[in-house]
C-alpha cells in the first residue's frame, strides 16, 4: 500500500529522520513503536504531507484499485492475510509519488491521518466535526455516500451521535479520540496513519479504541499504521512492526517476534502498566 | 434634549455603526481563518466608495451597476493582495504578515491619491433624497438601505459560516489548521476566500456609506481603525461580536457628538475602547482568554 525508502527529514538542523525505510501492505495493521522524539510523529506528518522530505527519499503509494472508492464491508480479513510480499511489485508500474503533495491532494488520494493530541475542532459541533471530515468527496453522489458513511460511524460510535449536536471540546478525551478516528474515516480513505491514539487514555479506553480499529480495519477495507508509545498492546493487535530510535528504524519483524524480542521488550514493554 | 433628536442621534449613529459593523466583520472573517489582523480593511471601505464613483462618472454605467462593478474590483484587490504579498512571505510569523498589511494599505491609499487625486467625491444616493419623517426624526432613504443592506449580509454569511460545507471549512481553519490540512481542506484556498469576502463586505460598506459621508483616497484609515476597535468591543474573532460592536460604537459616537460636542467625535470611539479594555480585555462578546487557548 505505502513504501517509503530512505526519507530524511530536518527541523533545520535536527535530523528527526535517518534514512528512514519502511513499508505497509494492504489490510496489514502495522505498528510503529519508539520512545518519546524518537520520530514518530515526524514519520507520519511527512507521509500526510504536512513535512516535506529532504530530497533523495521515496514515499511511495499503490494506486486505487479499480478506480471505484473501496467499499464499506468486504474482504477485510481476506485481505489480511493476502498481498504478501508481492504487493510491491504489483504496484511499482504507476505507484504515487508522495513527496511532493500537499495534505489536501494526499487526503483525496486515500491517505488519512489521526494526528497526535486528536485535534479536534473544539468549538464546533461533533455533527460538524464528522461531516467536514468528508470535505474532499465532492459530487452528489459521493456526498450521498458521505452521509451513509457518517450513519454507519454513528451506529458503531453510538455515543458520538448522542453528543453530535455538543461542542467537540466538551467531550471526553477517548470520546475525542473516536471523533478524530471517525473525522478520518469520513474522507474514506485506504491508508490510516494513527498517532498514539492511547496516548492519555485510561487502559480500558484504550482497549476499547484498539478494539474499534481492528474492526475497523475489518469494516472500511483499511490498511492502517499505528504509531504507540504503548508498545505491548499495539503489537497484540497488529501483524507487523517497527521500532524507531533517535530517528533511525533499528528493528521490524512481524509481531509476535517483536513482543519476544529481548531488547523490545527491555525497552518498550518493561513500562507497560496495564498487562 | 427632546425625543426627537436622541431618536435622530439613534438614526444617524445606527447608520454609521453599520459600516463600522461591515468593517469589523471583514476583520473577523481574515483574523478568524489567518490570524492576520489585516490593516488593509479601512482601505477595501475606500476602494468600494471610490470605485463607486468611478464607475458611475467616468465609464458612465448606471448606479447599480457601478456598485457592482466597484465590488467586483474590490474583490479582486483582495484576492490579489493575499496572492502577491501575502502567500508568497516565506515561513512568516503573524506580526511580519500584520506588518505586509500595514505596507500595503499605505501603497492602496498611496495610488487612490495619485489615480484619483485629494477631492472629495459624491455618489448619488441609491433611491433619492427625499427624506421620511419618523417620530419627528428625519430618515433618508440612504439610511434605510445602510441598515438593511447590512442586515441581510449578516443574515447570509450566518448562513454561510454555519450552513455550507465551504463556511464550515474556513471555520474549521481558525480552529485548528492542522487539523483542516489533514481532513482534505485546501489552507492555502481558504485564506485567499478569506480576503475576497472581507473585501467584498469592504466594499459594499463602503458603497453604501458614500452617498452620506463622501468618499476620498484617505477614508480608510480612519474606518479601518473604528472598524478595528468594534472588532475588540464585541471581542475579536466573534463576527456577531464585531457587527454588535459596530453599532454600539456608531451609536455612542453620535450621542457623544450630540450631547457634548462633534469635535470630539472620533475621540469618543477609542475613548469607549479603551475604558472597555481595562474592565474586560476580552471585549463584550468575547470568551475569556483562557479558554480561547
Ligand atoms: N517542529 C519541530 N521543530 C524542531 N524540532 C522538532 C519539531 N518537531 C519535532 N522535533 C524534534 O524531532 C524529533 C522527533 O520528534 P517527534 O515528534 O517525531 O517524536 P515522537 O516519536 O513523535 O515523540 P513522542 O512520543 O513524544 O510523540 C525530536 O527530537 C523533536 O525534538
Ligand atoms: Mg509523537
Redesign the interface.
Known amino acids: 500500500m505505502i513504501s517509503l525508502k530512505n526519507v530524511d527529514v530536518f527541523y533545520g538542523k535536527i535530523h528527526a529522520l535517518r534514512r528512514a525505510s519502511l513499508h505497509v501492505r494492504r489490510g496489514e495493521i502495522v505498528a510503529l513503536i519508539g520512545a518519546n522524539g524518537a520520530g514518530k510523529t515526524t514519520l507520519l506528518s511527512t507521509i500526510s504531507g504536512l513535512l516535506r522530505p529532504a530530497p533523495g527519499g521515496r514515499i511511495d503509494l499503490a494506486p486505487a484499485t479499480g478506480g471505484a472508492c473501496p467499499g464499506l464491508r468486504g474482504a477485510g480479513s481476506a485481505a489480511k492475510s493476502g498481498g504478501d510480499g508481492g504487493a510491491k511489485p504489483a504496484f511499482a508500474a504507476e505507484r504515487i509519488d508522495l513527496t511532493r503533495r500537499s495534505p489536501d491532494r494526499i487526503v483525496r488520494l486515500g491517505v488519512s491521518h489521526v494526528p497526535e493530541g486528536r485535534q479536534v475542532w473544539g468549538p464546533m459541533s461533533v455533527a460538524d466535526n464528522i461531516l467536514l471530515g468528508s470535505y474532499c468527496r465532492t459530487g452528489r453522489a459521493a456526498r450521498a455516500q458521505a452521509a451513509e458513511d457518517m450513519a454507519e460511524l454513528y451506529r458503531m460510535f453510538p455515543v458520538l451521535e448522542e453528543r453530535s449536536d455538543q461542542m467537540a471540546g466538551t467531550l471526553s478525551g477517548g470520546e475525542q479520540q473516536m471523533l478524530a478516528i471517525a473525522r478520518a474515516l469520513m474522507a474514506r480513505p485506504r491508508l490510516l496513519l494513527l498517532d498514539e491514539p492511547g496516548m492519555g487514555l485510561a487502559p480500558t479506553v484504550t482497549r476499547e479504541i484498539f478494539r474499534h480499529i481492528v474492526d475497523l480495519r475489518d469494516r472500511f477495507e483499511l490498511t492502517v499504521l499505528l504509531v504507540e508509545q504503548n508498545a505491548r498492546s499495539a503489537l497484540q493487535i497488529a501483524d507487523r512492526g517497527y521500532v524507531l530510535e533517535t530517528g533511525r528504524i533499528v528493528l521490524q519483524g512481524p509481531a509476535e517476534e517483536l513482543l519476544a524480542n529481548r531488547d523490545v521488550q527491555r525497552a518498550y514493554l518493561g513500562r507497560d502498566l496495564d498487562s | 434634549m427632546d425625543f426627537a433628536s436622541i431618536l435622530q442621534y439613534l438614526i444617524s449613529g445606527l447608520t454609521v455603526g453599520a459600516t463600522y459593523g461591515l468593517t469589523a466583520l471583514g476583520f473577523t472573517i481574515i483574523y478568524n481563518t489567518t490570524g492576520i489582523i489585516n490593516f488593509a480593511q479601512g482601505e477595501f471601505v475606500m476602494l468600494g466608495g471610490m470605485f463607486s464613483v468611478f464607475f458611475l462618472n467616468v465609464t458612465g454605467l448606471p448606479l447599480p451597476l457601478a456598485v457592482a462593478a466597484a465590488v467586483a474590483a474590490t474583490v479582486a484587490v483582495g484576492a490579489f493582495i493575499e496572492r502577491c504579498t501575502i502567500r508568497p512571505v516565506k515561513h512568516p510569523t503573524l506580526i511580519q504578515l500584520i506588518i505586509v498589511t500595514i505596507g500595503v494599505s499605505i501603497v492602496i491609499r498611496g495610488l487612490a491619491m495619485l489615480v484619483w487625486g485629494k477631492d472629495t467625491f459624491a455618489l448619488p444616493a441609491f433611491t433619492g433624497e427625499t427624506p421620511l419623517r419618523f417620530l419627528g426624526a428625519t430618515i433618508l432613504p440612504q439610511n434605510l438601505w445602510i441598515l438593511g443592506i447590512t442586515l441581510v449580509l449578516l443574515a447570509a454569511l450566518k448562513r454561510f459560516f454555519a450552513g455550507t ?1 465551504f463556511g ?2 474556513m ?2 481553519c481558525s ?2 489548521k ?2 483542516a ?7 492555502q484556498r481558504m485564506v485567499l476566500f478569506s480576503f475576497m469576502l472581507s473585501a467584498f463586505i469592504g466594499s459594499v460598506g463602503g458603497a453604501i456609506l458614500a452617498p452620506i459621508t463622501m468618499a476620498s483616497y484617505d477614508r480608510g484609515i480612519l474606518l479601518g481603525l473604528k472598524g478595528f476597535a468594534a472588532c475588540i468591543l464585541g471581542g475579536l474573532g466573534n463576527p456577531f461580536g464585531a457587527a454588535a460592536g459596530g453599532l454600539i460604537l456608531g451609536v455612542l459616537e453620535s450621542f457623544g457628538a450630540g450631547f457634548v460636542s462633534s469635535a470630539y467625535k472620533d475621540a469618543f470611539a477609542f475613548l469607549i475602547l479603551l475604558g472597555l479594555l481595562f474592565v474586560r480585555p476580552s471585549g463584550l462578546f468575547g470568551k475569556s482568554a483562557a479558554t480561547r487557548a
Open positions: 460545507m464550515r471549512a471555520l474549521a480552529h485548528n492542522k487539523a490540512y489533514l481532513s482534505g481542506i485546501d489552507v
